[in-house]
């Protein structure tokens, strides 16, 4: 077992020495900006779900895409630093920053009061709000507390899923909570549940997306309060929030923010 453990530990290592190469080469490549004054441009590990089109996806080639990538991109440009992306699962992302493993989640997060206790948070860069999707044949959802007494599916430890709990109570079996929101929707296409609660663009984008399957969005702009997202760092990450924020004030200041909201959305 333990001769088993070492292998597997400079497998690792290995591994590990490779990425940083790379890393490395990417930072030196010639089309690279010019360095900040005093050294290299720093790179960040940036996690997002990448199952939350039209902020996060991933195309054809298997390449990590969307609204929040454009975003960040850009505003690491004017910030002075340079990112990567890395697919990361929503469970457990949060932890990713304590942890070290990722520097910055860019993920359609909500800045809400109980995950501030945990990491910081940039300063907001899109407006949401809650959208309910209806089933197929379900003619008597008209506004939120409709779904009073049926069955929601929602993406789990979402800001989706605390309002769905707090209508629904925390431990009501009818809330049906998926690892991801397009697992969310494709149990209501199903017909399993008979709506599905989740961020107004992406529950729009997949509704629109999936016509054949007869879902219906309703709005209830009375329950659901706007949402704001932000980049997230490490509590005390203060440099790099610092940066991020610049970057953030530069990018809508320019017109660039305004210029990545018309190509994912299509008006100002
Ligand atoms: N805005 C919601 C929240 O922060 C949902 C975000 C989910 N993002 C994702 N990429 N799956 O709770």
Redesign the pocket.
Known sequence: RTLLAGMLLSVFALAGCGQKQEAQQQASAPQAAAPAAGGEMKEYVVG??A??AP??FQNDKQEIVGFDMDVLTAVAAKGGFKVKFVNTP?EGMFATLPQGDRDILS????ITDERKQSMDFSDPYFE?RQLIAVGKGVADVKSFADLKAKKVAV?TG???DEVVQKLLGKTNPNIKRFE??PLALKELEGGGVDAAV??NGVVANYVANNPQHGMVTVEDTKSFAP?Y?GFAVNKGNKELLDKINAGIKAVKADGTYDQIFKKYFGTK
């Open positions: 997002t779900d199952s939350y902020f996060e929503w993920s359609a997060i909500t949401a993406q979402t800001t989706g991801s929101m989740g961020d949402e997202y």
